[in-house]
């Protein structure tokens, strides 16, 4: 993990938050390579989830919602971990992490558990009274509870359809850690998926399946994957049955999704509070009843975490090692890099118009800094599928060389055809894992 976040930080992925201040515990900022890495993390499961889908929509809600949102969900009652303290240093922990009566840091006696809630809170308007509580969203589910009936009269939609959202979420979480694995703000990417209520376990079934087959998909080793059913003990009240998506972390197996069968308890709470009527009107058996909701929600930070962590490698390179990120093209944050091998004219103004060209498609780096060897290096380390070299025999040719990140071969090729070639070597969705884009090359 060490290695991974000074890679972070020395390449521009990620940041501590308000560093020059001494950062802001837990919080972390997205930096030029990070920014883009998370949008493409981001762009995946849009495009899987909502583009090329015909049971799905989108939305994109308000983080502070009416507090009564968070009366009906249960969150203000019961979103809480009970926490710890310890009498002697006053350090804080979560019970259920420590697992003893003394604190592991001094040895001082804990105090009993009390259950800590783990809602932010702030105050919407000028006065700041009880009246005038709102909370930072803990979970991007709620937004789209309240708006299932706008959907379903907007779209007309029918059963079993799906809304999905990516945004920000907010926890006052006890203990946090593992770079950005727990942090107090974070993305979040859910689905709530309806369905008929005698279908729910075949549709839990399909999205468990679905799930791990998209971080499959976005390049993530099938070894470092697996599936954990929670044991009946474990499960929310309301939860008929919950799965977790777990990756293996520097820090262990933890979980990256969770998928989830909620029954129609989300629902129904927001029919008893609001006293709005969600019922759907089953056209084909004229029934009306409440949905079942399938909720696969996975983290984009943990997302990110897993990519890189996946991706990492150290090789040999010559008489060197190298670092470099296998990242999947599809999240690679430049898919190229075009690299005039001087900077001198007409070399320039020939690599400026190769990379006019390549950046119309792809995200596309220009580096004419230090020596090609130290420039080939950088774009290893960041991920960067293919370096396009123009030299003084491109001049001549009008060829350029392109060199492979991963197996580090080059091969020559006309300028003309540099886009239909990489288009053939990056069409990332044409390739379903690491594996067959690297067969394919
Ligand atoms: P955990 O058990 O790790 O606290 P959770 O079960 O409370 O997670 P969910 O409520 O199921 O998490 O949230 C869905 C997803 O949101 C998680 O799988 C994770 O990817 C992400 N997530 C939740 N809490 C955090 C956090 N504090 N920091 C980063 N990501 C988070």
């Known amino acids: 993990m060490d290695k991974i976040v000074s890679l972070c930080r020395r390449r521009g992925f990620i940041f501590p938050s308000s560093e020059i201040y001494g950062g802001l515990q837990s919080c972390w900022d997205y930096g030029p390579l ?33 507090p009564q949102v968070w009366q009906a969900s249960g969150h203000v009652a019961g979103f809480s971990d009970p926490l710890v303290e310890c009498k002697k240093c006053h350090l804080r922990y979560r019970a259920d992490e420590v697992n003893s009566t003394v604190c592991p840091a001094c040895g001082g006696e804990l105090t009993e558990p009390h259950q800590f809630n783990l809602m932010f809170k702030t105050f919407m308007g000028p006065i700041e009274d009880d009246a005038a509580i709102v909370y930072l969203r803990p979970e991007t589910a709620q937004g789209i509870f309240v708006n299932f009936q706008n959907v379903l009269n907007t779209t007309r939609k029918k059963l079993p359809f799906g809304i999905g959202q990516i945004g920000k979420s907010f926890r006052n979480e006890i203990t946090t850690g593992n770079f950005i694995f727990r942090s107090r703000e974070f993305e979040q990417m859910e689905m709530e998926f309806f369905v008929k209520p005698e279908t729910a376990d075949k549709w839990f079934e399909y999205w468990t399946k679905e799930r791990l087959d998209f971080y499959r998909r976005i390049g993530l080793r099938p ?67 409440l949905p079942y909701i399938i909720e696969p929600s996975s983290g984009v930070d943990r997302t990110v975490l897993a990519a890189l962590c996946d991706a990492y490698a150290e090789e040999p390179d010559k008489d060197e090692i190298r670092a470099v990120l296998h990242l999947h093209p599809r999240l690679a944050p430049f898919k190229v890099a075009v690299l005039p ?101």
């Not at 849009?46 to 308000?62: A, K, N, P």
């Open 34 to 66: 990070g920014v883009e890495l998370k949008r493409n993390v981001k762009e995946a499961w849009w495009q899987e989830m909502i583009t090329r889908r015909d049971d799905t929509v989108g939305l994109d809600t308000s983080i502070l919602m009416h």
């Open 341 to 441: 091998l001087s900077r001198k004219e007409p070399l320039t103004k020939l690599a400026r118009e190769v990379h006019n060209t390549v950046r119309r498609l792809w995200r596309a780096d220009y580096d004419d800094a230090q020596s090609i060897g130290r420039r080939y290096r950088r774009q290893d380390e960041i991920g960067t599928p293919f370096c396009i070299t123009v030299d003084f025999q491109s001049l001549e040719d009008k060829q350029v060389t392109v060199r492979d990140r991963d197996t580090m071969n080059q091969i020559r090729i006309p300028i003309g055809e540099i886009e239909n070639t990489l288009a053939a070597k990056l069409g990332g969705e044409a390739f379903a894992s690491k594996e067959l884009w690297y067969t394919a090359q």
């Open 223 to 289: 070894e470092n994957l697996r599936l954990r059913p929670h044991e009946k003990a474990e499960l929310a009240f309301y939860s008929r049955g919950t799965s977790d998506i777990e990756y293996y972390f520097p820090h262990g197996w933890a979980e990256l999704e969770g998928i989830a069968n909620r029954g129609s308890y989300d629902l129904e709470q927001h029919v008893r509070c609001s006293g709005k009527n969600f019922e759907y009107f089953d056209d084909e058996t004229k029934e009306h009843y």
